[in-house]
């Protein structure tokens, strides 16, 4: 069962604090994204001590880690924890000491397991994901001269080179895969720093304290149908019996049109990746965001009922999603088939699965393994396998990135290839999977109607992948399928300010999937579903 880190655990990570010393410097950094404030990093520095928190409401996350150096710069400690920022929970706890030429590092998950081990390293600092303040202390350190640091990632496990070079008041720090731009003050004193290829500026507070970050609290939810609606929303809950582990239940909403007469057509909807409600929201990214809800209601407008549910270990449902793989998601669906096939006011030979993302590749895993299912809808899906997929996520912010010299952007797009490929941060059981699934086999075996939508600006799965879909998928013999292509829409169906990247998600404000992508998905399945009959 998930637990978080006991306090004990935590405090044996600790050592007694070094006497008091005095501030050379304290500040706010502030996270800024397409004119949208991200998250916020306080930090503190005296001679010996650097110590940040770091706030993302974004990515649940808050970080707070402290490192102690000797008189030559050299790291001697290294404490930090990363929280569940809303829940105010510990995630992961790292430990690292200095001994002699080496750091004795120790890793303590939220589950309580612990893992040490020793680095052949002496560094000069240590990076923390998503810190910024960490560079700006370095173009400090540096004073004007250019240097190079020993940098040791505990999350890579890995020590890499970091470079800073000055221009004036502008000083250029090269990481290996992400070059920043810092800026000085008239103080001296770096007031900004630039990270072109995620498109953030950092920018240092004009005041001591700022009013409390937002995105901190989540909505309630609600999944009642609203007052007059032509449809019902019954509040339900699916039995899983997975085939490891104890049985639990998907907590879900099952919409079913007034109009018409039962038994009805039904759809199941499948989300993308990484724990989603029932509505698939993306708070606080994208506040508002609710598409599978529209769908849902669109859908009872022509007569088809759906069924959604919280992803396992989400909202109201049970089970562990730490360590599930796709086909114990795709597992999932098939209960949630079985579930909706009893039910007396659907039909069970007209049941549609529409996916969104990874939702995209489940449907088809799911079809290809039982011939009843009367269509599938794959929005966003992918054809590629996960790796291909992480290389151009990787490479295409270096691509577009403003400021990049030939030479540096083809020198980061190949070190970003390499991390790709490298994967040494320790990865999941689900992302061990993805990286190696291969779409295609399974869509060949898709005999079913298939409609595929996709964002013509989806800057996570290339629209590109689409036409291979639709090509392997008529090649293999299926005689119905169909293909959209959305122009000015990203990954989400949402029209993009700007070329469809994630960078901009938190400015939409346009949170509402268009018309005209949920009338062609309620045309298509209403055909194929032969609603209203």
């Not at 409600?277 to 859908?299: C, I, K, M, S």
Request: aromatic share 6%; glycine share 8%.
């Amino acid at each position: 069962m998930h637990r978080t880190l006991s306090a004990l655990a935590v405090m044996a990570l600790l050592v007694p604090a070094v006497a008091q010393e005095r501030t050379l410097d304290a500040g706010i950094l502030r996270f800024v994204q397409g004119g949208v404030e991200l998250g916020r990093e306080t930090f503190r520095r005296t001679e010996t001590v650097f110590e940040t928190s770091t706030s993302v409401p974004v990515l649940n996350l808050k970080l707070d880690y402290r490192t102690t150096y000797d008189a030559s710069g050299r790291v001697q400690l290294f404490e930090a924890k990363a929280f569940d920022l809303v829940a105010d929970t510990i995630r992961r706890a790292y430990h690292a000491i200095a001994d002699g030429d080496s750091l004795r590092c120790t890793q303590i998950e939220a589950s309580g397991a612990e893992r040490s081990w020793a680095v052949a390293a002496a560094p000069d600092l240590v990076t923390a994901t998503q810190s910024v303040a960490a560079f700006a202390e370095l173009v400090q350190r540096a004073n004007r001269s250019d240097t190079s640091y020993s940098a040791w990632s505990p999350e890579l496990n890995q020590l890499t080179e970091i470079t800073v070079a000055f221009r004036g008041d502008t000083a250029d720090v090269q990481t290996p895969t992400l070059p920043l731009t810092a800026i000085l003050g008239p103080d001296g004193r770096v007031s900004v720093v630039e990270i072109a290829v995620q498109r953030v500026r950092a920018e240092r507070a004009g005041a001591e304290t700022l009013p409390p970050l937002e995105g901190l609290t989540r909505p309630e939810p609600n999944y009642e149908a609203p007052r007059g609606a032509p449809f019902t929303a019954e509040q339900v809950w699916v039995p899983v019996n997975p085939e490891q582990g104890d049985a639990f239940e998907l907590a879900g909403t099952l919409t079913v049109p007034k109009a018409g007469t039962a038994p009805y057509p039904a759809a199941i909807m499948i989300t993308g990746s990484g724990g989603q409600n029932r509505d698939e929201e993306l708070w606080p990214l994208v506040e508002g965001y609710r598409p599978f809800r529209q769908t849902a209601e669109r859908l009872a407008a022509v007569g088809i009922a759906v069924l959604r549910v919280d992803d396992r270990g989400v909202g109201g449902s049970g089970g562990a999603r730490q360590n599930a793989t796709t086909p114990d998601l795709a597992n999932d669906v098939r209960a949630q088939v079985d579930w909706i096939r009893a039910r007396p006011e659907i039909d069970p030979d007209r049941i549609a699965l529409i996916g969104h993302s990874e939702g995209g590749i489940i449907g088809p895993m799911v079809a290809a393994t039982d011939s009843r299912i009367a269509a599938v809808v794959i929005m966003a899906g992918s054809s590629k396998n996960g790796v291909e997929i992480l290389k151009d996520q990787a490479t295409w912010p270096v691509e577009t990135a403003p400021g990049l010299s030939p030479e540096r952007r083809a020198e980061l797009v190949e070190l970003a290839l390499d991390a790709v490929v490298a994967d040494t941060a320790n990865p999941s059981a689900w992302i061990r999977w993805f990286r190696t699934y291969d779409p295609l086999p399974t869509a060949r075996e898709v005999k079913q109607p298939v409609l595929i939508l996709h964002g013509a600006l989806d800057r996570q799965v290339s629209v590109g992948q689409a036409d291979t879909l639709e090509q392997v998928m008529r090649e293999s013999g299926n005689p119905d399928v169909s293909k959209h292509i959305f122009p000015r829409l990203n990954h989400l169906f949402l029209e993009s300010l700007t070329d469809g990247s994630p960078s901009e998600y938190m400015a939409l404000t346009d949170v509402e999937v268009p018309d005209r992508v949920l009338d062609a998905l309620a045309v298509w399945l209403a055909e194929r579903l032969k609603a209203g009959q």
